[in-house]
Structure formats: C-alpha cells, structure tokens
C-alpha cells in the first residue's frame, strides 16, 4: 500500500506533525468536508503503524526534544459524539491516544454552527475519553469566531471554557484550538493570560523547532482522503494533495532547476 518513495522521503529526518479530525461518523452519517469516514479512519491509523509512526498526545509532542522518526498527534475539533463511539475503538486497537478539542457550552449539545449539525460529548462521556489517556483541550465555550468578538467576549470565552473542562475532568487543561483556525494576537496573548499552553491553529505546517506554541500548524484530513492522500500529505506537509497538486509541485521544482542551472 505504501508507495516506497514517498516512505522513503518521509523517514529520512525526524518530523514531528500534528493530524486535524474532525467528526468520524459510518458511512451513511458522513455529511461534510470534514467527516472522515470510520473506515478510511482506520485504513490512516494502518498506515501510520506501518510507518512506525510514534503518536502521541499533543503535550507529548511539543515537549519531545529529541524524537526519531515520525512523531503524529492525532486532533479532533469540537467534541462529536462518534470519537467516543468510533474513533476511541480503532485507535484503542494500536494503542494510539488522541487529543481532543471540546466545546463546553453548546446547548443543545449539537454542532450548531456546521451545516449538519451532530451530538457531541457530555461531561461524562469526556471523562471517559480523559480515562483512556486522551488530551482534553479547549475549543471555546461556543465555537464563536474568536475575531468577531470584543476583547472582554473573547476572553470570556477563552477562561470560561478552561473553567468548564478544569472542573469537569478535575485536572488541569492547559491545550486550545482556535474555532475555524480563526485568531489574532491579542487572542494569543488571552490564551496565554488564561493559562494555556498550547494552541493548534488551521495553517498547514510540521512542528519545528522554532514553532511558536500558541500557533501550532497542522495538516487537515478531508472526507474522502484516502491513506495514499495521508501519506502526500505527511511526505509535502499539505493541505492540498491531489495527484493533479503533486505534478504541479514536481514541475514546479523541475522549472526552479531549470531557472537556477
Ligand atoms: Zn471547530
């Protein structure tokens, strides 16, 4: 299944990225870009066993120095339901744990703000994700566009959220996502003031050394992304991998020769 030369270049340095899910419903419930079904799920945790991939939690990963190999955190936004019934399973199988971001005040609890809105996680069921060795973060209290409010709104619902989450799982919480990987500074610095550590923004990215900690990029699973797509994805770091988007980086490359010959 893997395509040698891509393995090949994947594993010749050590490479630290973090992987965005989102909702990983059956077949039937897969509603949107973002939905990544439970069987192409599975086939992507295949492949990162078969890389040797270490996945660990986001915390873990931002504070390995000296990992080998590849390092992946597996994310999921928003708190759906279906990571406690589908995801948490598959990954169990490998041993893998997971990060997740939850939203704490959604009422009711569905994902209002997506065309098809899910069920998400109560309380209880967070904890049992918490029991099992996931990283629970923050997403804010209502999925709001941090950029659309005012600094005392944002705030709000930056503290508010790491309240909820600090009191439900009696522990301390100290990783975020930022909702629609949309921020500003000053949301950096709230974060910051707040007691947050970590935050994970939409931009396509590896973690380097030099990576800020409350802009962290990711790469973003589509719906319909298949293992070989995961595997371009891990191997250029992006968003877009297409077989038509990677012979546009190839003859780019070959153009850029031509220019510096
Ligand atoms: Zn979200």
Redesign the pocket.
């Known amino acids: 299944m893997i395509n040698p030369l891509f393995a090949a270049n994947l594993l010749d340095r050590p490479r630290k990225i973090v992987l965005m899910y989102?909702s990983v419903p059956t077949l039937s419930q897969q509603a949107t870009q973002y939905d990544s079904t439970l069987a192409q799920f599975k086939q992507h945790l295949a492949l990162l066993a078969q890389l040797n991939s270490q996945v660990v939690t986001l915390n873990t990963l931002m504070t390995t120095r000296d990992s080998q190999g590849l390092q992946i955190a597996i994310t999921f936004?928003?708190g759906y339901l279906d990571n406690l019934t589908n995801a948490l399973p598959a990954l169990t199988e490998y041993q893998f744990p997971a990060t997740l971001?939850m939203?704490t005040r959604a009422a009711p609890a569905v994902s209002q703000?997506s065309p098809n809105p899910k069920p998400l996680l109560s309380p209880q069921q967070l904890q049992k994700l918490d029991e099992q060795g996931w990283e629970i973060g923050g997403?804010t209290c209502h999925?709001l566009d941090l950029t659309r409010l005012s600094a005392s709104q944002s705030q709000q619902q930056i503290n508010n959220c790491k309240d909820d989450l600090e009191q439900q799982l009696g522990k301390a919480v100290n990783s975020f996502?930022y909702?629609?990987g949309r921020y500003q500074q000053h949301h950096e610095e709230q974060l910051a003031a707040a007691g947050f550590e970590y935050a994970c923004t939409t931009r396509a990215g590896a973690v380097q050394p030099h990576t800020q900690p409350l802009t962290i990029p990711r790469i973003t699973v589509f719906a319909n992304d298949c293992a070989p797509t995961l595997l371009r994805k891990l191997t250029f770091i992006s968003n877009k991998m297409s077989w038509f988007d990677v012979a546009g980086y190839y003859a780019s490359r070959i153009l850029k020769t031509k220019v510096a010959s």
């Open positions: 989102h936004d928003d971001f939203v703000w997403h999925h996502a909702p629609f």
